[in-house]
């Protein structure tokens, strides 16, 4: 392709500035957190009747986990009195029905062709759709500790939490989001290539259940399956900050924040690489 | 009445490539806006056999088929300029816009726009441009078209000074008075398009993309849109990039043509010369002075008397009150045509009418 000599752009009155500061990108990607925030108050019911079913998940989760320590004679099982279980498991689906569906979102804006008109923007798609999906995750989270929070009051007591640590324990939260954000638009964006992600999605959801601590702690699991459980990013997204919350341990946070890390690093750049041969080969459907 | 067609008259249409192609004169590089020489883009398109046994092969072995959306496309655009891009669906139009807007890679070819690679420099390009696909909305649903404002200040990193004074200036060129507080889902299709519009204009684009900006709405809204795209043309010197099939939006906006056709430019040259070139055929109505006195003496018979005849013209009506008649303007000079009209009978009116512009346009789709 051969290319012409450049011509250069008139300054714009009312026009902006090519390369933006740090505080105006911050302000850019804060500001489509904040219009989803609000455009979530549209659809507050559909959201608090999503966030009910918390109740109805816990007070299952409670039953069940209050018969099993009843059954094995002690307080305490791998560590985790029922007390610390029933609030884990309130934080586990917190993160679980809270957390933006990422993989659907991308996928159809891939099917549908939308996802070309968010690139005349002067935004990069991927941090653009983490921070819309972290206005709605944040609300959504909210809506489902309101509603567990008595639930696990009632049963659980009041939670042994330090509360020195909740600062870690919310970075580990933050990064698990993150970490959740690129698998899920890597399915997405296998779009490009599937047309349908559905199976993906379903694969990726069981492996969170199973080997994310989702069905049961991680502490649970027999060893031969807690030892890769414990490496693999699954355990990380919803586990590690369950876990930490109410069981803290130094030595674990170190490990899992290096975990996650690692795993953000090697599959975010994956994700990028991804992304760029998928908008290279970006074919609008109905254009 | 105008699009009527008149079977009888065989009009001669230069060739295409008569026309002047003023896409190809070079523009100084401060004067252009928009470059194109040899775009290409082919898309791979999967194809399957219809029915489940089609659907099987297909899990073995893919057929993929070539599609050539844009084949050879050469243009350019001055800074200022009102540019009409039309052609028919599937022409290549969309996906040209595509490749200039920076969201598809070509397959072959170069283009500038403001100086830029578009799919190079997409994300430096997209704070100088601004585009409205009118099929597609960006204003967020169930929020107020202030709060998508707000966002988009942001975006693209307007200061607030800035942005207030846009925003007040955006507001009396599209009378959104009343309408930036509403959320979007309320409004009515003309009142959101004009919102769509002054929203992609926010942060002051050297050029502006426009696809069908006004599908769908009534004439009232059209004539806001077109009117307040005019003064930013004619206040900013906002170059205007227009796909429509409205040929309305065409003749009240834009001073040049360019018609694609099979991914390639078939026309391109000023609007004035398109009409010249192609809408020929006039339409001629006259009323006569005498029509009502000569009503009760047998009407047939002295409308037969005085029937009107000249080669090249054919009536297409003919009574006592008048008539009417159609010709090509270039075989038979309109002087001629009126002189022989008021020969025959007085007359109290007479209008010359051209066709509509989409007579035009169809005949060099169909070409």
């Known amino acids: 392709m051969d290319q012409f000599a450049r011509a250069p752009v008139d300054s714009v009155d009312g026009g902006v500035p090519q390369v933006g500061t740090a505080a105006k990108v911050f302000l850019k990607y804060g500001s ?256 | 009445m105008q699009s009527e067609i008149v079977h009888d008259i065989e009009i001669a249409v230069p060739a295409v490539g008569d026309v002047p192609a003023v896409g190809a004169e070079e523009y100084d590089a401060h004067e252009t806006a928009v470059r194109v020489r040899g775009l290409r883009k082919v898309f791979q398109v999967k194809h399957k056999a219809p029915g489940l046994r089609g659907s099987l092969a297909a899990l073995w072995q893919t057929q993929t088929q070539t599609v050539l959306a844009v084949e050879d496309v050469n243009f350019a655009m001055r800074k200022g300029e009102m540019l009409a891009f039309i052609g028919p669906n599937g022409a290549g139009k969309s996906t040209t816009i595509k490749m200039l807007t920076g969201i598809l890679y070509p397959s072959g070819g170069a283009a ?29 649903y169930h929020l107020p078209a202030e709060d998508t404002f707000q966002l988009f200040a942001r975006i693209y990193e307007l200061d607030m000074v800035q942005f207030r004074r846009r925003r007040g200036f955006l507001v009396e060129a599209f009378q959104l008075h009343d309408l930036l507080n509403i959320p979007v889902r309320k409004l009515s299709l003309g009142q959101r398009m004009k919102c769509e519009i002054a929203a992609s204009l926010l942060h002051g684009p050297r050029i502006v993309f426009l696809d069908e900006p006004t599908i769908g709405l009534d004439v009232i809204a059209k004539q806001q849109i077109r009117e307040a795209i005019r003064t930013l043309n004619q206040e900013e010197g906002t170059t205007i990039f227009l796909t429509s099939h409205d040929t309305g939006d065409m003749e009240s906006l834009c001073d040049r043509v360019v018609i694609i056709n099979h991914g390639r430019v078939i026309f391109d040259a000023g609007m004035a010369e398109l009409k010249r070139r192609y809408l020929r055929r006039k339409v001629i109505e006259v009323h006569f002075a005498d029509g009502d006195a000569s009503l009760g003496d047998g009407v047939g018979s002295r409308a037969e008397a005085t029937a009107f005849a000249m080669p090249g013209v054919s009536v297409l009506q003919q009574d006592a009150f008048g008539m009417r008649l159609a010709f090509d303007s270039y075989r038979v000079p309109v002087d001629s045509v009126l002189q022989a009209v008021i020969a025959t009978r007085p007359c109290t009116d007479i209008t010359v009418t051209d066709p509509p512009l989409e007579e035009a346009i169809r005949r060099i789709y169909s070409e």
Not at chain 1, 184 to 192: D, E, P, T, V
Not at chain 1, 224 to 241: D, E, H, K, N, S
Not at chain 2, 120 to 125: A, G, I, P
């Open chain 2, 112 to 140: 500038t726009v403001l100086g830029y690679t578009p799919w190079q420099e997409r994300r430096q390009l997209a704070y100088h441009i601004g585009s409205v696909f009118g099929q597609k909305p960006q204003l967020w």
């Open chain 1, 32 to 287: 489509i957190l904040y219009i989803n925030l609000k455009n979530q108050l549209a659809y507050v019911w559909d959201a608090l009747g999503r966030a009910f079913f918390i109740v109805v998940i816990l007070y299952i989760f409670v039953q069940l986990w209050t018969a099993v320590y009843a059954s094995q004679g002690s307080a305490v099982i791998a560590g985790l009195s029922l007390a610390a279980t029933i609030w884990y498991f309130l934080v586990a689906e917190m993160i679980e029905l809270g957390k933006f569906r990422h993989d659907v979102r991308i996928s159809s804006e891939v099917k549908d062709g939308s996802i070309a008109y968010a690139l005349v923007r002067p935004y990069h798609y991927l941090v653009y759709h983490f921070f819309n999906g972290l206005g709605e995750t944040v609300m959504r989270m909210g809506l489902v500790l309101g509603f567990g929070l008595p639930v696990a009051l009632y049963y659980g007591g009041v939670p042994p939490i330090q509360w020195a640590t909740v600062p870690l324990v919310l970075l580990v939260l933050g990064l698990a989001l993150l970490l959740d954000f690129i698998m899920a638009s890597a399915i997405g964006l296998l779009a490009f290539v599937t047309e349908e992600t559905a199976s993906f999605r379903l694969i990726y959801q069981k492996l969170i259940f199973i080997l994310g601590g989702l069905l049961l702690p991680l502490d649970f699991l027999p060893d031969w399956l807690q030892g890769p459980a414990r490496i693999l990013p699954f355990g990380l997204v919803t586990y590690a900050p369950a876990k930490l919350l109410v069981a803290f341990d130094m030595t674990q946070c170190l490990q899992v924040l290096g975990l996650q890390a690692v795993w953000i690093t090697a599959l975010g750049t994956g994700l990028l690489l991804q992304y760029n041969w998928a908008v290279r080969r970006l074919a609008v459907n109905g254009g």
